[in-house]
């Protein structure tokens, strides 16, 4: 008799198991229900390892949000003078958005607009084929690249107000929203120092606030006619000065007044990597919707988490889901980082990959 109950159980248990995963993964989704990862996309000869990691290392740790940065690493069609040496196909593109589709996981591409045109002493493929885009002419790229420098160039940045500039960035936006079957696109946005210049001859006395306000704005409305969503890093929204939080994860060059002059449908991503700041609720309290971003400290990842968690319980309903969760970055190679994920090469204990996989097991206690 007690044989029969314990068999009875056990196939009772058997059954159940897949409505307790259901809850347990409704559980999840209430508590932090975006959990990202932002990460470079890989070149062509890795993108099968890349769909491997995305089906191991990504969905099986419950991660729903993938951010690719693209860039110039696509094989465009509408300009294909803007391709980089290494960049995908539409084939190999088609790779990985089966790989997400199949795992229910989100993908939005992204390439940088208005600032981040440069790295070091060399321009991006933007700049390099339509240098008349760029808002600094006059700046000249060094030969070996040092910061500080007495030209204060950290990353160069297009002209907003030159009008062909628009006709290219839109025409390469669509078409990775397009081919990445996208229901948004991440313009980036981050780190601008350089915006209305007092030597340009279009953007000279332009407030700059407004000046990014507006390049935002143009974006969002771009992607709204075909019912996207624009998504944008946040640093450049916050007062460094007041906060005290500095001129790079915050701005010093008064375009924190824009927070208040874009629409609140853009979603903004929210990186801290020095500190767990609280800023996510400043975001909300705009009325936008927000992702916190870690980056190389499992600690401070881990508090953001607790943070997250902490925002969205005790907030009002009109706050709470604007809190929409974590985003984790990368900003190294994607084939360096999974092979640091997977132990294959050795991680430092303050990395991306360890922070990565300190989220994951974050992840894992909440479910």
């Known amino acids: ?36 990862l932002c990460i470079g996309a890989p070149l062509p000869n890795a993108v099968d390892s890349f769909v491997t990691f995305i089906d191991q290392g990504m969905a099986a740790k419950k991660i729903n949000l993938l951010i690719l940065q693209v860039e110039y690493r696509y094989q465009f069609k509408s300009h294909p003078e803007l391709a980089d040496s290494a960049a995908l196909s539409e084939a190999d593109v088609k790779k990985i958005v089966a790989a997400c589709r199949k795992n229910h996981i989100r993908l939005i591409p992204q390439i940088n607009m208005l600032g981040h045109q440069s790295w070091a002493n060399k321009p991006n493929m933007l700049l390099t084929k339509y240098p ?64 209305g210049d007092d030597r340009c001859p279009r953007c000279a006395h332009h407030d700059k606030s407004r000046l990014f306000a507006d390049e935002v704005t143009a974006f969002r409305d771009h992607l709204a006619k075909r019912n996207k969503e624009l998504w944008i890093w946040g640093d450049r929204l916050i007062d460094g000065r007041t906060t005290g939080i500095g001129e790079w994860e915050a701005s010093y060059n008064d375009t924190w007044r824009a927070v208040d002059m874009i629409p609140k449908d853009v979603v903004i991503t929210d990186w801290h990597y020095d500190r767990a700041d609280k800023t996510a609720v400043y975001f909300a309290m705009k009325g936008l919707r927000v992702l916190t971003c870690p980056w190389k400290n499992p600690g401070y990842a881990v508090q953001q988490i607790k943070d997250m968690e902490n925002f969205r319980t005790n907030s009002t309903p009109e706050m709470r889901d604007r809190f929409l969760g974590i985003l984790e970055t990368t900003w190294s190679s994607p084939a360096q980082f999974i092979r640091e994920y997977y132990g294959e090469i050795p991680a430092k204990e303050i990395s991306p990959a360890n ?13």
């Open 1 to 36: 008799m007690k044989r029969i109950l314990c068999v009875h159980s056990l196939m009772i248990c058997l059954m159940l198991l897949p409505f307790w995963g259901l809850k347990a993964q409704e559980k999840l989704d209430s508590i932090i229900p975006v959990r990202g």
């Open 132 to 195: 008349q885009f760029d808002e600094t002419p006059w700046i000249k790229m060094p030969a070996v690249y040092k910061w500080p420098n007495a030209d204060s160039l950290y990353c160069k940045s297009y002209c907003p107000l030159l009008p062909e500039v628009h006709k290219v960035v839109f025409d390469v936006m669509d078409e990775l929203v397009d081919v990445f079957e996208s229901d948004a696109f991440h313009a980036g946005m981050d780190e601008v120092f350089i915006i």
């Open 355 to 367: 922070t990565y996989k300190a989220i994951c097991n974050e992840f894992a206690k909440l479910n």
